[in-house]
């Protein structure tokens, strides 16, 4: 559910109409919806009221400074994997205890930063990684909360690029050394095991492997109880609620139902890392047709977003719907819709029905608020989009355009003789 629709055949967001924004602050253009921002968080909130609870919005989805201050002031936590996401997240107003901390690569100064703003625990994701929280926190005289995050070995079946918990992956401790690996931590000093952890994926759009992952953390969690770790007190199940790209999604209700008649008479509060589930559908990116090109095999819609703007389709084959801001008449055909980067991975959408647009013509990539603006870069020196959130009637600018003069901003020319010294 977003609030993007049409009125007389015109695309807005909430109040205003996308072509009306596009005019204002160019193409390609990101746009999000605060009401549906608000909505979703709601969704995933009351799913689990009554059960002690909560949500950590996992930043690496769109991690611009406006949303997640929207998150903060609507009592969100955060969930981190990095110490530039740290600092974001104390800007827009964040409150520190909860935020939790994950991924593989934590260095020793976002360690310190983080044990400094006081988060609510680190997901330790192996052994090294928990040495060292606990020689940091022992150079900084803090006990740091840690929670094991724990590799189940399970296959979500999603993408194998956004799968996460399979025996393979990179990411958590295997399920069989989770014992040993808090055992580790109750004999290093300045640790305290708060918590169990995993995410096993994103975009999961069956219950089954949710359910599992959940049984396998109340097991361990049940076992650790009886070795007697008494300070644990959370159970964090991650994210990959899947969304409706293309009809398939996962009923947050369900999902909470799921996840509730396995865990939800443990006493232990119950973590939530939903990043897609609450941008995915709040955001479009809107992109203006340049040409229409035909050849004999092939017709393509040439527009001016491209994958350094939205790099999903290129990187997972992911699939967005595309819509015309303005509904025309006209004939439809089959097409390519692909940007101007020089590369034949370099699609928005392929072998796609629709009407033929218009050189001029702006279309909305739908479902771009997730893995989005985030995952842009300047690759071929194209400057990153702006972004807009839209409330109601209001639209705000929350991100400049990117100029020529940014890109090259810490860049130096160096005069080199033509002959080597
Ligand atoms: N927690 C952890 C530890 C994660 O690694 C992730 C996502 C999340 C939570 C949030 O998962 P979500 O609720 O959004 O599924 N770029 C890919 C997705 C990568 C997900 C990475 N981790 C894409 O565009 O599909």
Redesign the pocket.
């Known amino acids: 559910m977003h609030y993007f629709s049409y009125r007389d055949g015109e695309l807005f967001a909430e109040e205003v109409a996308l072509g009306e924004l596009a005019r204002r602050f160019g193409t390609p253009l990101y746009v999000y919806s605060a009401r549906t921002l608000r909505r979703h968080f709601r969704v995933m909130t009351q799913a689990f009221e009554g059960a002690d609870h909560l949500v950590c919005y996992?930043v690496?989805?769109l991690s611009n400074l406006s949303v997640l201050r929207l998150f903060a002031s609507l009592g969100a936590g955060f969930?981190i994997?990095s110490g530039g996401e740290l600092q974001r997240c104390l800007r827009a107003g964040a409150v520190a205890e909860k935020i939790v901390f994950?991924?593989v690569g934590k260095t020793t100064e976002e360690i310190a930063a983080a044990l400094k703003a006081g988060i609510l625990m680190f997901?330790v994701e192996s052994r090294p990684e928990l040495e060292l929280i606990a020689a940091v926190a022992r150079q900084t005289g803090r006990r740091a909360p840690v929670s094991i995050r724990v590799n189940p070995a399970l296959d979500p079946g999603t993408?194998p690029?956004?799968s996460?918990g399979q025996r393979d992956s990179k990411f958590g401790v295997p399920l069989a050394q989770v014992e040993e690996c808090c055992e580790l931590a109750r004999r290093l000093d300045n640790l305290v095991v708060k918590g169990l952890s995993i995410?096993i994926g994103?975009?999961i759009t069956e219950l089954g492997p949710f359910a599992e992952a959940a049984a396998r953390l109340k097991e361990l969690a049940l076992r650790l109880g009886d070795r007697g770790f008494s300070d644990l007190q959370y159970l964090d199940l991650?994210?990959?609620?899947g969304i409706p790209y293309r009809g398939e999604a996962l009923d947050p209700v369900h999902y909470a139902r799921t996840v509730l008649a396995e865990l939800g008479r443990l006493g232990l509060t119950l973590i939530f890392?939903?990043?897609?589930?609450l941008v995915g559908n709040a955001g479009v990116l809107v992109t203006t047709v340049i040409y229409l090109k035909e050849t004999d095999v092939k017709r393509f819609v040439v527009v001016d977003a491209a994958m350094n703007d939205l790099v999903?389709p290129a990187?997972?084959e992911?699939y967005h719907e595309i819509q015309p801001v303005s509904r025309r008449q006209g004939p439809s055909a089959e097409v390519d819709v692909v940007g101007p980067v020089c590369e034949s991975g370099d699609f928005l959408a392929r072998g796609r029905e629709m009407v033929l647009p218009q050189p001029g013509d702006l279309l909305a990539v739908m479902g771009a608020g997730?893995?989005g603006f985030v995952?842009a870069s300047n690759y071929n020196t194209r400057p990153r989009a702006a972004e807009v959130l839209v409330d109601g009637a209001q639209a705000h600018l929350v991100r400049a355009r990117e100029t020529f003069a940014d890109l090259i901003r810490s860049e130096t020319i160096v005069e080199l003789p033509t002959q080597p010294a």
């Open positions: 996992a690496k989805a969930d994997v994950s991924g997901n993408h690029h956004i996460t995410h994103s975009q991650g994210g990959g609620i890392e939903p990043g897609r589930m999903r990187l997972y992911a997730a893995y995952m």
